[in-house]
């Protein structure tokens, strides 16, 4: 884990860049040595060049949007600094979907303890419930090289659930029923 800060290949990036380039040359080298490819082979080198560049952009876009998402993380514990608690959970909760998973998890702990501190104990157990099902979340992700796959319905309805249950964390301080004392 110390050697985090070396820049490691992104495989499943590079995969699909490496396979567009590879269809690119064989074409060329196909076209330039004479042989004519018929029109259905075009189409099923355009079909998968397309779907290759769809792969890239789509992985390029989930990248740029966790590193931008880590970027804001430091404005975000700015307004921590300073005091604004409940504006950092509103920031952190549009923040925490786009977050690797050892992120996620510290900020899910920091909207706890400021939780904590604002003594919403509501606020807590729900955040509680949610860290518990991030957890399992992520050890059934792990568990896809195992035995113990989970279906692709099942991995998205879990998902779901757990965007939902982060929504519906409060973003205000509760607003308690005064017993007069």
Request: glycine share 2%; charged share 25%.
């Amino acid at each position: 884990m110390a050697d985090k800060s070396k820049l490691q290949p992104n495989w499943s990036l590079l995969m699909p860049a490496i396979l567009l380039v590879i269809e690119c040359i064989a074409l060329i080298a196909l076209h330039q040595l004479g042989y004519t490819i018929p029109q259905n082979l075009r189409y099923v080198f355009l079909a998968l060049g397309i779907f290759l560049l769809f792969r890239i952009f789509r992985l390029l876009t989930a990248t740029l949007r966790v590193k931008n998402a880590l970027r804001q993380l430091k404005s975000v514990d700015k307004l921590v600094e300073s005091g604004q608690l409940m504006t950092a959970i509103k920031e952190w909760k549009k923040l925490l979907l786009s977050l690797p998973e050892d992120k996620y998890l510290e900020i899910l702990n920091s909207v706890e303890k400021v939780y904590e501190k604002e003594e919403m104990l509501d606020a807590v157990k729900e955040t509680k419930m949610v860290q518990a099902e991030s957890i399992e979340f992520f050890e059934a992700i792990s568990a896809a090289n195992n035995e113990k796959l989970i279906s692709r319905q099942d991995w998205q309805n879990k998902a779901i659930a757990l965007r939902n249950m982060i929504r519906d964390l409060p973003e205000e301080k509760e607003k308690q029923a005064s017993a007069s004392d």
